[in-house]
């Protein structure tokens, strides 16, 4: 007996562990000897004190749920599975927006005398310790823990809450194929909002399905092993098409058949900015992953229909009222502006050897977030019918776009140096790139600025003040527009080298 497991843990345990300390010791190295070392263990720092707080958060409600719901005179356990359809659709919404998928620079391994099926197994299994899987047990189980405390049924309990989890690491599988293939995640979304609405409107209310379905796990413990069947399912599809997918030339794109030219001729009244104007719009034009910041946009235009519509009372205040403001007419500059000039990532140590004065490129992107906020400014005039406070306060946060954030938005984007990949819109195994901790943070001042201005305003004067503050603040950002881009000129000059260094580095 002891001679077999020496056997196996020689030729199969040992080389997996070895290889996992392999990986682990590159990663390791890729993150010290990065360009933005001592920002990212910043970041890192942060992040990990965010996760305690929203570990507590889940660790309070796990314990408090339970006996709030029975004070309402709700029935726990009923209640919790009715609902849980909609608590899966918001993580797997939070899934796909903001998990990453585990960063790796893939093509220098390849090259290595590593198994195709370790690479995978390795970047997969960084997937099931993710914090979106993690921080879940902290609620799962002391909710489960009172539960038993309240007398029901140990293994009813335990294996009701195990097949929670099981269904949880199914969404961390399905996200893995589905971010590859959005549209499954759109139409998935999509379905999950129209019951939301019926429900809502009293007109359906299928969740009293949802509830049987997951109550069914607690009063039939055996039918665990369907969350247990479809998570091996999923993790062998996530495999195989990983697996299938792991070549050099798996993203390569294909070669096109025609050649289209655009006549941007308009532009030129812009003067020297021109190129740079049209090189952006012909870049938005072309590329999907760009393209998705102006649909972005457009779907940023609704959101404030969720304030001043009402629709969800705990929005309706001054603070969210300006956010949404900030939003509605900023989706645009939010969006793209938050990757300058980190869109020209692939090219930008060619540009750096041309004769190109830095104002100019500085200047077109400017120029580009405030053609797109004005636009948007008059797509929202829809809001004329909350009232015209509503659609003023929107106009005065779209002049404060343009005055401040959009001077904000090029600042952060010279300590960002986060590369974008325009070949492709998501990586194989790699970062889709969606979200950025650090524009995260620096994006911050954007919105607690004007919202303490109108709140401030709003609170001591009046309504017309803080509207008129606003608009003042911002239109002032327009007069001393020469001073604030020769600090913005002399800031990327500084960082100049470091934005090069980073952008060489692929992970």
């Known amino acids: 007996m002891c001679n077999k497991f020496s056997l196996k843990y020689t030729y199969y345990i040992k080389p997996h562990v070895a290889m996992l300390k392999f990986l682990l010791t590159l990663e390791w190295k890729a993150f010290s000897r990065s360009a933005s070392f001592k920002l990212n263990l910043f970041l890192k720092i942060l992040f990990f004190?965010?996760?305690?707080?929203?570990?507590?958060?889940?660790?309070?409600?796990?314990?408090?749920?339970?006996?709030?719901?029975?004070?309402?005179?709700?029935?726990?356990?009923?209640?919790?599975?009715?609902?849980?359809?909609?608590?899966?659709?918001?993580?797997?919404?939070?899934?796909?927006?903001?998990?990453?998928?585990?960063?790796?620079?893939?093509?220098?391994?390849?090259?290595?005398?590593?198994?195709?099926?370790?690479?995978?197994?390795?970047?997969?299994?960084?997937?099931?310790?993710?914090?979106?899987?993690?921080?879940?047990?902290?609620?799962?189980?002391p909710l489960c823990g009172v539960m038993i405390y309240e007398g029901m049924p140990v293994l009813q309990v335990l294996l009701w809450g195990l097949s929670l989890l099981l269904w949880i690491y199914c969404f961390n599988f399905l996200n893995l194929l589905i971010s590859n293939r959005p549209v499954f995640f759109y139409i998935t979304l999509a379905i999950i909002a129209v019951v939301g609405v019926l429900h809502y409107f009293d007109i359906a209310d299928l969740t009293v399905f949802t509830a049987v379905f997951f109550t069914s796990f607690y009063n039939y413990?055996?039918?665990?092993?369907?969350?247990?069947?479809?998570?091996?399912?999923?993790?062998?599809?996530?495999?195989?098409?990983?697996?299938?997918?792991?070549?050099?030339?798996?993203?390569?794109?294909?070669?096109?058949?025609?050649?289209?030219?655009?006549?941007?001729?308009?532009?030129?009244?812009?003067?020297?900015?021109?190129?740079?104007?049209?090189?952006?719009?012909?870049?938005?034009?072309?590329?999907?992953?760009?393209?998705?910041?102006?649909?972005?946009?457009?779907?940023?235009?609704?959101?404030?229909?969720?304030?001043?519509?009402?629709?969800?009372?705990?929005?309706?205040?001054?603070?969210?009222?300006?956010?949404?403001?900030?939003?509605?007419?900023?989706?645009?500059?939010?969006?793209?502006?938050?990757?300058?000039?980190?869109?020209?990532?692939?090219?930008?140590p060619l540009m750096m050897c041309q004769n190109i004065k830095y104002r100019d490129y500085l200047m077109a992107k400017w120029w580009l977030m405030v053609l797109g906020t004005l636009v948007l400014m008059a797509l929202s005039s829809f809001y004329l019918?909350?009232?015209?406070?509503?659609?003023?306060?929107?106009?005065?946060?779209?002049?404060?776009?343009?005055?401040?954030?959009?001077?904000?938005v090029l600042w952060g984007g010279a300590y960002i140096k986060t590369p974008v990949d325009l070949e492709k819109n998501k990586n194989v195994l790699g970062e889709k790139q969606a979200?950025?901790?650090?524009?995260?943070l620096i994006s911050m001042p954007k919105i607690f600025i004007p919202?303490?201005?109108?709140?401030?305003?709003?609170?001591?004067?009046?309504?017309?003040?803080?509207?008129?503050?606003?608009?003042v603040i911002g239109a002032s950002g327009l007069v001393f527009r020469n001073r604030v881009f020769d600090k913005i000129e002399v800031l990327y000059k500084s960082e100049k080298y470091e934005a090069l260094k980073a952008y060489k580095q692929k992970n």
């Open 451 to 471: 919202v303490l201005i109108y709140i401030g305003f709003k609170t001591f004067w009046s309504i017309e003040a803080a509207l008129v503050a606003l608009t």
């Open 221 to 348: 413990p055996f039918l665990v092993i369907l969350p247990l069947g479809l998570l091996v399912l999923l993790y062998k599809g996530t495999f195989a098409f990983y697996s299938k997918n792991l070549y050099l030339d798996a993203a390569l794109s294909k070669a096109q058949q025609e050649v289209k030219t655009e006549d941007f001729s308009w532009l030129d009244r812009f003067g020297t900015i021109s190129t740079f104007l049209k090189n952006d719009i012909r870049m938005i034009k072309r590329n999907k992953r760009a393209r998705t910041t102006v649909l972005m946009s457009i779907l940023f235009l609704f959101f404030g229909i969720l304030s001043f519509g009402d629709f969800v009372p705990g929005y309706n205040n001054d603070f969210m009222h300006v956010a949404f403001g900030i939003v509605i007419t900023g989706g645009f500059l939010l969006n793209f502006g938050q990757f300058v000039p980190s869109w020209d990532s692939s090219y930008y």
């Open 49 to 141: 004190l965010g996760a305690i707080y929203v570990i507590g958060l889940f660790v309070l409600f796990g314990f408090l749920s339970y006996f709030l719901l029975e004070e309402n005179g709700l029935p726990p356990l009923e209640t919790i599975n009715k609902y849980l359809i909609y608590y899966f659709a918001l993580d797997l919404t939070l899934r796909f927006f903001f998990q990453k998928l585990p960063a790796a620079n893939i093509k220098p391994l390849v090259v290595l005398n590593i198994k195709r099926s370790q690479l995978v197994r390795y970047f997969l299994g960084k997937t099931v310790v993710s914090i979106f899987n993690i921080i879940q047990l902290f609620f799962f189980i």
């Open 385 to 408: 019918y909350f009232g015209w406070q509503v659609y003023a306060l929107i106009l005065a946060t779209g002049v404060f776009n343009i005055g401040v954030n959009g001077y904000l």
């Open 435 to 440: 979200f950025n901790l650090k524009a995260l």
